[in-house]
Every structure is written in C-alpha cells, then in structure tokens.
C-alpha cells in the first residue's frame, strides 16, 4: 500500500537538515504518496527566543517555499503544509491567530513542553512526579478538545520513572480521551531510530487495551529518514506484536 507521512521537519527548527526538495526527493523514491510537513510551529512567545523552532518572521517563507514545491511535484506526490504544535493555553489563541492568514492543511499535536520552553518542562526529560504526567494528559487533552488537531504524536514522550500504578491511570485518561475524541497516536519512528525512551511498550500496551486508532510517523529530522525502509517495517512488526494494527490508510482532509 502506498503511504503517507504528516511528520517531516525542515532546517528551519535549527535541529534538522536537508533541503525540502531532498525530502520530497526521498518521499518520492520512498513510495510515499502524501507528505507532510509540519515543522515545528513558531509560538508567539514574548521575549524568549526559542532554539527549536522557526521564528516568527519565517512563516512566510515556510509557505512560499512549500507552495512552490507542492505545484512542481503536483503530479508526483501531495505535499501538505502543517505544524507540529504544543498547546500553550495561555499563547493558543494568539498562535492560531497567526496561523489564520496562511493555507495550512493540518496541525499535529506534539507535546513537548509544559508552559515555558526550558530543560526542567521538557516533558521527555525523566520524572517521578506525578503532577507533572497529570498535567501532560491535563494539557494534551485539553488542546485536542480544542478541534485544531489532527493526531498525537509520540504521545508516550513522558519519561515517567515513578509509580507504574499511577501511569496507567494518566495514560489510560490519555487513551481514552483521543478515542473519544477520533484522534489517532503515532507511534514515532525517530523515537526508535534514535534508541529514545520512546515508543514505551508499556504507553503501547494501555492503548492496545483500549483500542485507539494508530498510525505510525517518520518525524524525520532529515531526507534519509524517509528512506528507512527497514526500520519502517520494523516499527510495523513491533506493533503487531503488541496487538496494534497500524492504519497505513490514514489521511488528512
Ligand atoms: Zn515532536
Ligand atoms: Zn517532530
């Protein structure tokens, strides 16, 4: 089956490489016949400069760029414009404000931080307490309820060390939330590529319980990433061996 990948970063979030041209080059040769990008959203901070994500300013030239991609490549593959988001409660409406004067196909959530974008929110950073998990569910929930999002990604990126009890509970919350919601998880490919805490089987298990919808992303950071066939099929066997089927036929709009 032909497939789709709505996780692709470019340059401009100053941690990936590669032009887009090389990326859609790669999707391409990939057999991917959807792609979308969703770099990682400039948030409206006030003063704080992110080392992330694009800023600001950038949005324009994301746009152009990809627009003129998307008409060269028209015949042979959909390019799609999105953004990889954290849900700010405090800066959301000011973002999608922002956002509102661009053609953007779709938001995925990815949520990195809580509140402000230092070391000590990072959400993958390992914790014990757990306020800061409930807060993460608290948070993801409350952003997917928004209706701005398309799926979840990685969305077992808290590196919680404390009780097993008490994660279940928050991430069976999670679980049953997206499914209520119809928003599919992603189980992240990077993650495992580049040996993170994440995919966490324990995160996968709770949603094969509770039957969410899965989809798998690339969430590449460069061209190669699309090119990863083997891990890609490995991601795919991992999964069914946790009673999870992903839907390759997932799609956006
Ligand atoms: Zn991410
Ligand atoms: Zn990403």
């Not at 970063?9 to 090389?22: F, I, L, M, S, Y």
């Not at 409206?44 to 490549?73: C, H, N, W």
């Not at 969410?212 to 991992?238: F, K, R, S, T």
Request: net charge negative; aromatic share 12%; hydrophobic share 35%.
């Amino acid at each position: 089956m032909k497939r789709a990948n709505y996780h692709t970063h470019t340059a401009r979030c100053k941690h990936a490489t590669g032009t887009e041209r090389e990326y859609i080059e790669a999707a391409i040769k990939a057999g991917i016949e959807v792609l979308g990008f969703s770099d990682h959203v400039p948030q409206p901070y006030k003063e704080f400069v992110s080392g992330i994500r694009m800023d600001m300013e950038q949005l324009p030239e994301y746009f152009e760029t990809l627009l003129a991609l998307k008409e060269e490549y028209k015949d042979k593959i959909a390019i799609k414009i999105g953004f990889e988001v954290e849900y700010i409660p405090q800066l959301f409406e000011e973002l999608m404000g922002k956002l509102r004067d661009y053609p953007v196909d779709y938001l995925i959530m990815g949520q990195h931080f809580l509140d402000e974008e230092v070391p000590a929110n990072y959400v993958g950073r390992p914790s014990q307490d757990p306020c800061k998990l409930e807060k993460y569910v608290d948070y993801v929930l409350e952003g997917l309820e928004t209706g701005a999002f398309s799926y979840l990604a990685h969305p077992d990126l808290p590196n919680f060390t404390g009780d097993e009890v008490w994660y279940e509970k928050q991430m069976t919350r999670l679980c049953e939330g997206c499914k209520a919601l119809g928003i599919p998880l992603e189980i992240n490919k990077a993650g495992v590529c580049e040996n993170k805490h994440y995919p966490n089987e324990n995160f996968w298990k709770i949603a094969a319980k509770v039957g969410n919808e899965v989809i798998l992303g690339y969430d590449a950071h460069g061209p190669q990433a699309l090119l990863e066939e083997e891990i890609y099929q490995m991601c795919l066997l991992w999964a069914r061996g946790m009673g999870i089927a992903v839907n390759e036929g997932f799609r956006i709009g």
